[in-house]
């Protein structure tokens, strides 16, 4: 009886602590199994994030990069660098010599050598004349006289002009000074490749109109010097043109 009970009691003790010693290894193994594939897989999605965030950061680098290369200037801003270039272009295109030879005639004025509704040549012959009408008689003392007079006006339009020309390219070179000031700016504060070379645009028609304005200037100048040496040829052909006159005169008066 005793030793039934003893089995009993082992039998049951053996019922219990094989179940839960079978669960305590079927438990580890399933544990080891979670942990060896968990591993693996996190690596696995580890790595294809990283390289998912590396492809898309440089994506939106680039994206980005691009955004800005198109981006443009502040319209305002290319607005106000375009208004001054064209103020400054207009600047020289101002004065009498704009005006045609009627319309300064009605205010009493001669056109000028730099006038642009006419030529050099024009204004020397029509407002000057010619040697050729000195020595071909066609001129008399009086006119010779009163074409010295109009000489002199005439070249003081040509340095009224002149004057007023400087003053004008000085004006046009102070609104391009402003747009380049403006541009340089820009440049200076570029968020991307365009406004870059859009500063860069603006700056260069702004030198390439103060270029302008030089050579605008050298050219008065070189016209009023031709206008002053064409006056003084003009000048002394009248003086030789009279000299003859009065040594032809005096021959015919001692031949009688």
């Excluded at 039998?11 to 594939?37: D, H, K, Q, W």
């Excluded at 502040?74 to 103020?87: G, P, R």
Aim: hydrophobic content about 40%; charged content about 25%; proline content about 2%.
């Amino acid at each position: 009886m005793k030793f039934r009970k003893a089995a009993i009691a082992m039998g049951v003790l053996l019922g219990v602590t094989v179940p839960f010693g079978a669960m305590n290894l079927s438990s580890r193994n399933v544990e080891a199994t979670i942990l060896v594939y968990d591993q693996k897989n996190v690596e696995e999605a580890i790595k294809e994030a990283v390289q998912t965030a590396q492809i898309l950061t440089e994506e939106q680098k680039q994206l980005a990069l691009e955004i800005l290369n198109t981006k443009s200037l502040d319209a305002k801003k290319l607005l106000a660098m375009l208004q001054s270039q064209q103020a400054a272009e207009q600047s020289i295109m101002s004065g009498d010599i704009m005006y045609p030879r009627g319309t300064l005639e009605k205010l009493g004025k001669l056109p000028s050598i730099l006038n642009r509704h006419s030529t050099p040549t024009t204004i020397m012959e029509n407002e000057i004349g010619t040697i050729e009408d000195v020595f071909n008689g066609d001129a008399t003392v009086v006119d010779l006289y009163q074409r010295t007079m109009k000489n002199r006006r005439a070249l003081d339009a040509t340095y009224k002009a002149a004057a007023e020309s400087a003053k004008n390219i000085q004006v046009a070179d102070g609104k391009l000074s402003v747009s380049v000031n403006s541009a340089v700016e820009a440049a200076n504060n570029a968020e991307g490749q365009k406004q870059v070379l859009q500063a860069q645009t603006a700056i260069l028609a702004a030198n390439a109109l103060a270029a302008h304005n030089g050579n605008e200037a050298l050219a008065n100048i070189m016209a009023m010097e031709a206008e002053e040496y064409y006056v003084r040829n003009y000048e002394k052909a009248m003086t030789e043109k009279m000299e003859q006159d009065s040594r032809e005169s005096m021959a015919r008066f001692c031949s009688h």
